[in-house]
């Protein structure tokens, strides 16, 4: 009997596979795939589908990233998410680039994404790529060794409405609404606006540091074949928590950033082989703070001379990114050759900047030196040779020339990458990349440099990375492994921003397993170790199991990510075990609630703060635990 | 038992999504496509099919070759796909030809096109206008009766 209904599920699947209703469902069951942008070429990738994200209750940037591999997600001074490499924290990062379809989102001031674009809203992205390799080499953009590449949901699959809302516990709460059209004549357009209050308190020193704000996110696409427009804006005001408290404890202090961008792409010729892409970006940053235990704003402060030490302190500052890229692609059976060159220029205004010190001196300061402006030129080729169709060779070389205003010389950085991928059955596959790539000081490093050696440079990174997958029937299998070296890093030390004069080394090793049980339903355990030449002060081992699924109208998760505790200089930080559990009702298909626990266990990840210039330090925690609520509705 | 082993992995291997590198450009999407087009096409036609996509891509073309037969030239097709922003084609052969699109608003506008395979809401969607098959003379099977819309 068992078997006969076996029998029989099996072949009725086979006889309607080939009917309309069933051929549209896995049209869309394949689209929310998302696997359609997926470049295997440019580094080791991570997607997040657009299916992935709805039975996860992604609900924000910051929850996808927490689980990736080799990757810490702390708060900094200023209440912001800030992302570092695995066994160490940064106060602010340039290690990883972000972008919403072509255009990159990090700051023009400090290369980091924190302050205006973390914590994105995912109501209007469709899906999330996540790769570890050098985006520069495809895109021209400034390099990095991660990326993430946000893509915006389509006006050709949606041309609707969608109203979205969460409200949590603990974190804020969120309205977002959506609205696409396609027009008779192929142009279409996506709109989305989006208004979020965050909350974060901890207690430190029986005082509360607050991370309380507003956030407001608008974007619009304006898209037909081949020419492609998006705007961006982003605003956020919010309280300081820390700030650059010398004690971490401010009296009061305020955190403002705008910022818009306009990306245009437009693809020439019959064959789209030549893309032209011009952008401009604009960020107006304001930051003020008091504390009467003095504040630790580096380039104002003479060590020698106590009472110079602001206790007040304000600035409003304003930074501008204008780039342009041109790439003509030559494509054969075996070859595929992109050629292309990018300009990119970038100011540094201060509008107003002022202290006060413990003398009631108040100051007006204009730059803190003469680094104003840069402008990048570069010529970039990215070549891949099928040498047997289970082979693959990938070739990339970058030149940057830097032209810059200041004391700093003007320098150039060459780049390169070689790569392989090695497929020699349907289930197994092999991939490995080494690479050389450069990260120049920014604005803000070159600001809050040491003044003994005010003369940063570029920190040099060679990395190899293996990658093996193998799979078979319902299971993905796969291994990972980097090595990567770091000459003159960049540090932030009590006084300013040093080169670190040794060699830094880091080798990662990622395992991956991967069930699908259904078309809903599927299990993922990860599991990586590292180990860091330096003093840890950040999680070194980490992993995540997670559950997704669905029954009728029911969609459900279950989540554990686990970061490794350590012990940083007598400090003992513990494990984390952050346990998420989830369900969502689709009362119509037009119509969904969810709900969401996070961080059930309580044990969240914690992060360092330093005080008194380093002198002593604490840690508290990320997150707190918290439910969420949430509904979607199309229209 | 070793039926039911065979069965198990018959229908596991039916719901496999995995992969290892994607290096060949992704044609699934395109693929399904292909197939709705074809059965919308062989369930309207009598004869055989002939399509014509206008500005055809390479990857297009490579798919829907293996279910159709493609022409480049619009007057021998008897199935044209408007899938791109070119207006509709206009062909001076007398023979029936039938026009399909992907834009929803392009189909309701223009009378010559006698369905639509579009999005909406994140979902696919396939529409025929009641009027025009019967102005074409297009019977379409029991199984497509709940795609046809009374205009």
């Keep these: ?635 | 038992m070793k039926a039911f082993f065979f069965i198990f992995t018959l229908w596991t291997l039916s719901y496999a999504e995995h992969y290892t590198f994607l290096v060949e450009p992704y044609t699934k999407e395109v693929e399904l496509e292909a197939k709705i087009i074809y059965e919308i096409a062989t369930a309207s036609l009598d004869e055989n099919v002939i399509l014509f996509i206008p500005k055809i891509s390479p990857l297009e073309e490579k798919v829907y070759s293996n279910y159709f037969t493609l022409t480049k030239d619009c007057e021998r097709a008897n199935f044209i796909f408007i899938n791109k922003k070119e207006e509709i084609i206009e062909c001076s052969s007398d023979k029936k030809t039938l026009f399909f699109t992907n834009n929803y608003r392009k189909f309701l506008s223009n009378k010559k096109f006698f369905g639509a395979l579009f999005w909406n809401k994140s979902r696919p969607n396939i529409v025929f206008s009641h009027q025009r098959l019967e102005e074409k003379s297009i019977s379409l099977p029991t199984t497509f009766h709940q795609f046809i819309e009374n205009f």
């Design chain 1, 1 to 635: 009997m068992f078997r006969a209904i076996l029998i029989l599920g099996l072949l009725s699947r086979l006889l309607l596979s080939d009917t309309l209703d069933t051929l549209l469902e896995e049209y869309q069951a394949t689209t929310e795939n998302s696997l359609e942008t997926v470049n295997e070429k440019i580094g080791h990738v991570v997607v997040y589908s657009q299916k992935e994200i709805r039975l996860m209750q992604y609900r924000t940037l910051n929850e996808i990233l927490k689980e990736l591999p080799l990757f810490n997600i702390n708060t900094n001074q200023f209440g912001l998410t800030n992302y570092s490499l695995t066994g160490s924290k940064t106060t602010t990062s340039g290690f990883f680039r972000f972008f919403i379809n072509d255009h990159e989102i990090s700051s023009g001031y400090d290369q980091s994404t924190s302050l205006s674009w973390s914590d994105l809203p995912l109501d209007f992205v469709d899906h999330v790529e996540i790769y570890y390799g050098e985006s520069s080499f495809s895109f021209g953009n400034e390099t990095g060794i991660y990326f993430v590449r946000i893509y915006t949901k389509s006006a050709l699959k949606e041309d609707g409405s969608e109203v979205a809302a969460w409200f949590s516990s603990k974190t804020g709460h969120s309205q977002s609404i959506t609205n696409s059209h396609i027009f008779e004549n192929g142009w279409s357009y996506l709109l989305f606006a989006n208004q979020e209050k965050i909350k974060k308190t901890s207690l430190y020193n029986q005082q509360k540091l607050t991370s309380n704000g507003t956030k407001h996110y608008l974007f619009a696409d304006i898209s037909n074949e081949t020419s492609k427009i998006n705007l961006g804006y982003t605003d956020i005001t919010k309280s300081n928590y820390a700030g650059l408290a010398l004690d971490s404890t401010p009296n009061d202090g305020e955190n403002l950033s705008k910022d818009f961008f306009l990306n245009y792409t437009h693809f020439l010729l019959e064959d789209k082989s030549l893309k032209a892409n011009f952008s401009f970006d604009i960020n107006e940053r304001s930051y003020e703070e008091s504390n009467d235990q003095g504040i630790n704003i580096t380039p104002l402060i003479d060590l020698s001379i106590p009472w110079s030490i602001p206790k007040n302190f304000q600035e409003d500052l304003r930074f501008t990114k204008s780039n342009a890229y041109l790439s003509k692609s030559f494509e054969s059976d075996e070859n595929a050759l992109i050629l292309a060159l990018n300009v990119k220029h970038k100011t540094y205004d201060v509008l107003k900047r002022k202290s006060t010190n413990f003398l009631n001196q108040t100051n007006e300061i204009e730059h803190y030196n003469s680094f104003k402006h840069e402008t990048t030129s570069s010529v970039l080729l990215q070549e891949s040779y099928s040498l047997h169709p289970e082979l693959l060779l990938v070739a990339n070389a970058k030149i940057d020339y830097y032209d810059r205003n200041a004391y700093l010389e003007d320098t150039s950085e060459k780049l390169l990458r070689i790569g392989t991928i090695y497929t020699p059955t349907s289930h197994f596959g092999f991939k490995a990349f080494y690479t050389q790539t450069a990260l120049t000081p920014s604005f803000y490093t070159i600001d809050y440099a040491n003044k003994n050696m005010p003369n940063l440079k570029s920190q040099e990174y060679y990395f190899y990375t293996l990658e093996a997958v193998y799979t078979t029937g319902n299971s993905k299998f796969g291994i990972t492994f980097d090595h990567v070296e770091i000459d003159n890093f960049l540090y932030q030390t009590p006084v300013g921003f040093v080169n670190v004069d040794h060699t830094i080394k880091t080798d990662g090793l990622v395992f991956d397993y991967e069930y699908t049980f259904s078309k809903r339903d599927k299990l993922h355990l990860n599991y990586y170790t590292s180990t860091l030449s330096e003093q840890i002060n950040n999680a070194t081992k980490g992993g995540f199991i997670k559950f997704m699924g669905g029954y009728q109208k029911f969609d459900y998760f279950t989540s554990i990510i686990y970061r490794n505790g350590y012990d940083y200089l007598g400090l003992e930080i513990p494990d984390s075990f952050d346990l998420s559990l989830g369900a969502t009702y689709h009362a119509t298909k037009d119509l969904s609630y969810s709900v969401k626990a996070s961080n059930i266990l309580d044990k969240s990840t914690q992060s360092l703060y330093f005080t008194n210039f380093g002198s002593t330090f604490f840690a508290l925690d990320d997150n707190e635990r918290s439910i969420m609520v949430s509904f979607k509705w199309v229209f």
